[in-house]
C-alpha cells in the first residue's frame, strides 16, 4: 500500500488513478476534520490517497515512482495522448524484456508505466 497525502488537488488526483490508471475506489471515509482518505485498487494491492485541505504545494522527491504493468506500452502511450496527459519522460526499453514510460500525476508524483515483453 502506498500513502500519499495531497491537498487541494485531491479530487484531480482521485480521477487520474480512477479514470487514467483504472483503479476501483475500495472504500472512502472522513478523518481528522479536513481530511478524507480513500483507498483505490485492483486485488491486492491497494494506493492510499489522504486528503488534508489545508495543504498546499505537495513536493516529491524526483527519486520516487508507483508503476504500473500493463499489456501494451503503445496503446497506453496513445491513451495518455488521448486525455491530453504529457508524457514525462521515455519511453525507454533497458533490455529485449521491458519497455516504459512516466507521466507525473496532477500533484506531481512520477507514475511509471511498464511493458514486460515476453520472447
Excluded: W
Excluded at 3 to 21: L, S
Excluded at 26 to 51: H, K, S, V, Y
Excluded at 101 to 108: A, E, K
Amino acid at each position: 500500500m502506498l500513502g500519499n497525502d495531497y491537498g487541494k488537488e485531491y479530487g484531480r488526483i482521485d480521477r487520474f488513478y480512477k479514470n487514467i490508471i483504472g483503479l476501483d475506489i475500495i472504500r472512502r471515509f472522513g478523518g481528522a476534520p479536513g481530511n478524507e482518505i480513500t483507498f483505490l485498487g485492483n486485488g491486492e494491492t491497494q494506493i492510499e490517497l489522504i486528503c488534508n485541505t489545508a495543504k498546499t504545494g505537495i513536493i516529491h522527491s524526483q527519486n520516487i515512482s508507483i508503476g504500473f504493468k500493463v499489456d501494451s506500452l503503445d496503446r497506453m502511450m496513445k491513451f495518455i495522448k488521448e486525455k491530453n496527459i504529457e508524457i514525462h519522460s521515455g519511453p525507454f526499453q533497458p533490455n529485449e524484456y521491458i519497455k516504459f514510460f512516466y507521466v507525473l500525476d496532477p500533484n506531481g508524483l512520477k507514475v511509471q508505466f511498464v511493458e514486460i515483453i515476453r520472447k
